[in-house]
T-cell receptor, first 114, second 113 residues
Framework: NAGVTQTPKFQVLKTGQSMTLQCAQDMNHNSMYWYRQDPGMGLRLIYYSASEGTTDKGEVPNGYNVSRLNKREFSLRLESAAPSQTSVYFC?????????????FGSGTRLTVV | EDKVVQSPLSLVVHEGDTVTLNCSYEVTNFRSLLWYKQEKKAPTFLFMLTSSGIEKKSGRLSSILDKKELFSILNITATQTGDSAVYLCAVVVSGGGADGLTFGKGTHLIIQP
């Protein structure tokens, strides 16, 4: 029962480097999301994909891009990392919030930009 | 702008105590409210509340929603050290174009033996 799998779990980048965070879910969920969590700020939505083939900006999209590769996979790309992007990133998926199960979260990626 | 406010931000109690965590919200087109527990890693789902006055219960945890006064509470009775975590409240809105949750900043609960 893998659920939502995120890779990598930890990453250190230098300012200006690029990287892609990978996320895959095996629950046949339609919707997928990327959040960042910073101390004192709670979880903030970066991008989401309501269904395969669609993506939309969330609350804090600047500096990020996403790709919904297929129904299972939703990646988050940092083209030119900045120290302000140091955070813990969570991917999540949901079939339908109206069903009462909420989201299933991945275990997170701790990213440090130096 | 949608807003979710949790209180207290942190709380330290002794094992066996009962705690009440609060979540108030100001959103347009409210659909539902969710509670999550976050220990070291990913948040795990606790409850979803959509109707006022109907208590949801799971073991020692319970939660209720008041849509008139725009708040929810999460109760934990007979607390144990394993209840130590950050408890997150989140609100789902409909029709806003963003099928996502607006989270509060969380309540950091510490249970001392």
């Amino acid at each position: 029962n893998a659920g939502v799998t995120q890779t990598p779990k930890f990453q250190v980048l230098k300012t200006g480097q690029s990287m892609t965070l990978q996320c895959a879910q095996d629950m046949n969920h339609n919707s997928m999301y990327w959040y960042r969590q910073d101390p004192g700020m709670g979880l903030r939505l970066i991008y989401y994909s309501a269904s395969e083939g669609t993506t939309d900006k969330g609350e804090v999209p600047n500096g990020y891009n996403v790709s919904r590769l297929n129904k299972r996979e939703f990646s988050l790309r940092l083209e030119s990392a900045a120290p302000s992007q140091t955070s813990v990133y969570f991917c999540a998926s949901s079939e339908s919030l109206s069903l009462g199960y909420g989201y299933t979260f991945g275990s997170g990626t701790r990213l440090t930009v130096v | 702008e949608d807003k979710v406010v949790q209180s207290p931000l942190s709380l330290v109690v002794h094992e066996g105590d009962t705690v009440t965590l609060n979540c108030s919200y100001e959103v347009t087109n409210f659909r539902s409210l969710l509670w999550y527990k976050q220990e070291k890693k990913a948040p795990t789902f606790l409850f979803m509340l959509t109707s006022s006055g109907i208590e949801k219960k799971s073991g020692r945890l319970s939660s209720i929603l008041d849509k008139k006064e725009l708040f929810s509470i999460l109760n934990i009775t007979a607390t144990q050290t394993g209840d130590s975590a950050v408890y997150l409240c989140a609100v789902v809105v409909s029709g806003g174009g963003a099928d996502g949750l607006t989270f509060g900043k969380g309540t950091h609960l510490i249970i001392q033996p």
